[in-house]
């Protein structure tokens, strides 16, 4: 059971980063072609979203080999794990999405 919190937080951080990171990143840098910073924060943080979630996963086939080849199978533990371990990368993706968005609510 470590293991998988270990692994699920893990996961969520990195496709929280992703999504966070990018979007300020992408705000600085709008700073030097003179375009707005809030609209282009929002714009990034909706575009990397389904990019963080794949970061953090590890990749799309390797998770989806894991959930076939076990459900055919039936072994249904490791693909309750595997979409676990999706579920709190998509957690970490909205969060961070979220968060561009409450930063950026007044701005726009």
């Known amino acids: 059971m470590d293991s998988f919190l270990s692994k699920a937080t893990i996961d969520f951080f990195i496709a929280f980063g992703v999504v966070f990171g ?3 990143l992408a705000g ?6 003179l375009a707005a910073p ?3 924060m929002l714009e990034t943080a909706s575009r990397l979203k389904i990019w963080a ?3 953090a996963v590890g990749g799309t086939i390797d998770p989806m080999r894991v959930i076939e080849s076990n459900m055919i199978e039936g072994h249904l533990s490791p693909v309750a794990l595997q979409i676990a371990y999706i579920l709190c990368a998509f957690l970490g993706a909205h969060m961070g999405t979220e968060l561009i968005r409450w930063l950026c609510r007044g701005a726009v």
């Open 38 to 40: 809030a609209a282009i």
């Open 22 to 24: 990018g979007s300020m």
């Open 28 to 33: 600085i840098g709008s700073v030097f072609v």
């Open 53 to 55: 979630l794949v970061a």
